[in-house]
């Protein structure tokens, strides 16, 4: 069946790659197509070779150690991205940036919007930091988008205060951070809501703590189970680096 199963996740994998949104989950399935390959290739080497044999061994336990790992990751993911404490009061709020095409928010910064917007009406006082910077294929800062989004949306601009250096999570919290302590923030002490779509919480709270904040997450949600389902297994490769060679 190998054979057949490979072929299969290798097909699966060229068409998710054509699709917009799902490229990771392509690349995946044409690396667990090389997989099944090399499992194959170590089977019939082991057949006849004790070396092959040990081979084989070394490779399946590597291979489960490194799924479990992936799994645990993933239910500590999702069981944060699915948490609600919207209820609890806060300092301060810093909106996370993700892509914008040209002018426009991608599907992931405008519900990252949307959920902003929403929040932000529940806690009328607060400040706001709105934090990403200008990359590729970027004709503004995502706190630019976000901000004019915002206003589009009846926010007032004075609790609107941008951050437009950052190029990653890393950068997004500590820029966040000095425009915070700049607008008489005690980041020590503060609670902050950062708002992220639901499986980059996790992640975006142990980067958060490692800069010195004290956070909590409020999730935006993808309008496609399909994306979703990508990104958060996407989350946990994600996850992996982050652990290994940020901290």
Known sequence: MLPVLAAALCLLGLVLLCLPGVKFSG????????????ELLLSRWAEISRAGMWCKMGFLVVLAAVLTVLCAFEVAI?????????ALPVDAVIVLGAGVNGETPSMALQTRIDAAAAYLEQHPDVPVVLSGGQGSGEDITEAEAMRRALKAKGMPEDRLLLEESSTSTAENFAFSKVLLEDHDI????????VVTND?????????????????????????WWWLTANYYVREAFALTKTLIFDF
């Open 199 to 223: 499986f980059h919480i996790f992640r975006a709270k142990l980067i958060a703590q490692r800069e010195g904040l004290t956070t909590i997450g409020v999730p935006a949600e993808l309008p």
């Open 78 to 86: 999702v069981s944060r991205g699915e948490e609600d404490w919207s």
């Open 186 to 193: 005690d980041t020590d002490t503060a609670v902050i809501a």
């Open 27 to 38: 690349c995946l399935c044409l690396c667990l197509a090389a997989l099944c390959v090399m």
